[in-house]
């Protein structure tokens, strides 16, 4: 499969759509898939009203900044938006806009699936409290384990 090209309008429409009504917490983009060119080392996720974007690269690119930009005036449901550089062994979250000041660790109760909340951490650590790309194992989970209890070792 190669790589899609996507330009700055295109990267809008496909964040906007993704994130404009929905009140989930849920992956926009998963750029380390490689079907994006040029996001191949970006991730975005959507913690309702924050946009998280998960920089494994040098710099943001120039597109996706522009994108960005966009989603952030068009959206008003987008409170701020994240960027956390993360050149291992080090990370830095930064805010890239927001309606009001921030201070960072954000520490909220953030919504995963209909009645089932986790406590999310922007800022603080590498990783959210939630992997959201492990969405269809909550699924199965929840399938098979009626009247059942469950630990979640995150196996």
């Not at 938006?81 to 309606?99: G, H, N």
């Not at 009626?146 to 979640?152: A, G, W």
């Amino acid at each position: 499969m190669h790589p899609i090209t996507t330009s700055e309008d295109e990267l809008f429409e496909l964040i906007k759509q993704r994130i404009h009504t929905n009140s989930l917490c849920q992956r926009v983009l998963h750029g380390r898939g490689k079907r994006y060119e040029a996001l191949e080392r970006i991730n975005i996720e959507w913690y309702p009203p924050y946009l998280f974007v998960q920089n494994f690269g040098d710099a943001l690119p120039e597109q996706l900044r522009i994108a960005l930009e966009h989603v952030f005036d068009a959206l008003d449901t987008v409170e701020a938006i994240l960027i956390q550089s993360r050149e291992w062994p080090d990370f830095v979250t930064s805010v890239f806009a927001s309606r009001n000041p921030l201070e960072l660790p954000l520490i909220f109760p953030g919504m995963i699936d209909d009645g089932l909340h986790c406590e999310i951490k922007l800022g603080k650590n590498r990783n959210t409290g939630v992997f959201l790309d492990m969405r269809a194992g909550w699924f199965w989970v929840k399938a098979h384990s009626h009247n059942k209890r469950v630990l979640n070792l995150f196996s």
